[in-house]
């Protein structure tokens, strides 16, 4: 019988200084099943730095929803969602993963997620084996033509670049709306994300026999709305 395999599921919301203020990560099989969680505010960062934000945003990473961000991560602490934890705890709760499961990494931009960490010393270079979600999603799933129709009909476009190109939006909430057929706002909280969008669109790319062949990095110029409409 086969070893079976479990998947670690990173997500992190950072903040302002490129540190980890939200770490979240789920330990699951490839049936979706969980078996370790951990949704945490890092000491260290939240409420000791902004929350991040981008000056020319709107919506949620506007300057302007910083404070709201920050009183939801308020109530999120007294209700008991998360608590604050130390680096150190949550590489030691790391280090159990490791050991118990051997789990696979992954993460919807992993080199983003790797590096945020880092810069906070948060250690997951203890995950040899390892694959970025997004770029699995890419290959199996937004390469499709039925992906593509169904970001037009739900307007699900990026930021026109420099010279005016549309492109497709590739993100988990997109994937997620698409694999169940119902577009939901992602709530941008780590474990929340995961449970909601990551691990569902990871679940339906393990069902595929050659997905890893299929993987491939998002890069916008293969994702242009024009391109849909040649012959």
């Not at 993460?107 to 979600?133: E, H, M, W």
Request: with cysteine; charged share 25%.
């Amino acid at each position: 019988m086969a070893k079976k395999q479990f998947f670690l599921i990173v997500d992190t919301e950072t903040s302002i200084t490129d540190k980890v203020a939200d770490f979240g990560a789920v330990v699951c099989d490839r049936k979706g099943e969980v078996f370790a969680q951990c949704g945490v505010m890092v000491n260290t960062v939240f409420g000791v730095d902004d929350l991040f934000y981008d000056r020319n945003a709107t919506g949620i990473w506007a300057r302007a929803s910083v404070e709201r961000r920050h009183s939801a991560y308020l109530g999120m602490l007294d209700s008991g969602a998360r608590m604050l934890a130390s680096v150190n705890a949550i590489n030691r709760w790391l280090e159990k993963v490791a050991a118990k499961y051997n789990p696979e990494l992954t993460a919807y931009n992993l080199p983003f997620d790797v590096s945020k960490c880092s810069n906070t010393g948060i250690d997951l270079n203890i995950f040899s084996q390892r694959f970025c979600l997004w770029a699995a999603a890419t290959g199996n799933i937004c390469n499709t033509k039925s992906f593509r129709q169904f970001v037009l009909q739900n307007h699900r476009f990026n930021t026109p670049t420099v010279n005016g190109n549309m492109t497709f939006k590739t993100d988990a909430e997109t994937v997620t709306g698409f694999l169940t057929g119902n577009m939901t706002e992602e709530p941008h909280t780590s474990v929340e994300d995961i449970i909601g969008y990551e691990l569902p669109t990871l679940v339906h790319i393990l069902k595929k026999k050659d997905w890893r062949e299929k993987m491939v990095s998002y890069n916008w110029r293969s994702h242009q709305v024009r391109d849909h409409f040649k012959v």
